[in-house]
């Protein structure tokens, strides 16, 4: 039974090193042609040939007395016979590289090419005296300003621009994809930069020329007032036919309570005069501007209605991202071909020079 474990002992250790060949090929490739692996069979049949021809044949190993006492077999005598059994074990792993290195393990890597459908959005924003009612805290426009800036906060990938109006319009901020200075030029607005009034097809107008020729796959205007258009060139629905025609989508924003709300009515010196006004906001015209060139019109009653609407336009319009992957796939079979290739040069080496001498 010694003779046999010493047979059995370095085709074991040929084995053990096939399966952490295996294991780290398992982990870190992939296995074009993994039917392959069951060939590594030949292994444990090469292995129980051996073990017969050595029971059929006697122990062709180094020659030790058994019946001596001095020489009793021990592990280093084990040892000694177990060298003669090296270059067959050498043939077991080769035969085990071999069936790795023909189920051609390959590494893999992918690369991701990711693009955006671009959103290009101007924000169009009431600057007007109304626009300092205190139905929202402080007021309208410091509440619209914070909002507006939290959504600008929230849509990186995006060009973002600004307008504002009051009797005529003005572009604040041109299209840029720079959110803090969108959002600092929001925070510099404020009302009396103009002349007094609510131009809404003026804020309309100026937004849709700053959006008509950009070649980002979604156009969008926030318009956002809290009255009724009396003042400026164009009106709001003639601005609503050229954003149609531009393919740009307006989403409107009507600002104000039901009811009454506590405005400015007069100015002495710098400081405004507050009474209890009639709320009026052209909700009628809103509606079809948003209608007519795709989009939608929301009112915002106070501050958390006003976010809630900010907050579902962004749902709205979520930025789409089209990611390409590449896989790039490489042969590393190589080097356990070159394993299996040493491995056999060693059993021929050790088989005519080495073990010949000993033997």
Known sequence: ???????????????????????????????????????????LVHVGLRLFFQSKQGFAGLIWSWESPESQLNWKTMGFQCIPEIPYALRTLTIGLLTLAAARPQSSSSIEDLTREGIDIVLSMDLSASMLSKDFEPNRLEASKAVATRFVDERPNDRIGVVAYEGEAFTQIPLTTDQRVVMNGI???????????????????????????????????ILLT?????????????????????????????????????????KVGNTFQYDWVEVEIDEDVLRKIAKQTGG???????????????????????TRFNVLRYNQKTEEFLPFGIAAAVAFLLEFILRQFAIRTLI
């Open 226 to 266: 809290d009255g009724v258009n009396n003042s400026g060139k164009i009106e709001p629905l003639d601005a609503a036919q050229l954003a149609e025609l531009n393919d740009i989508r307006v989403y409107t924003i009507g600002v104000g309570t039901i009811g009454k709300a506590r405005s400015p009515v007069a």
């Open 187 to 221: 925070g510099e607005l404020e009302t009396g930069l103009l002349e007094g009034g609510t131009a809404i097809g003026m804020g309309l107008a100026t937004a849709v020329n700053r959006l008509k020729d950009s070649e980002a796959e979604s156009k969008v205007i």
């Open 1 to 43: 039974m010694m003779r046999s474990l010493a047979t059995l002992l370095p085709h074991l250790i040929a084995l053990v090193a096939y399966a952490v060949g295996l294991s780290y090929a398992a982990q870190h490739f992939e296995f074009e042609s993994p039917a392959t692996l069951w060939f590594a069979g030949l292994m």
């Open 296 to 318: 939608r019109y929301f009112r915002a009653t106070n501050e958390e209605k006003l976010a809630g609407i900010y907050k579902e336009i962004d749902e709205l319009e979520k």
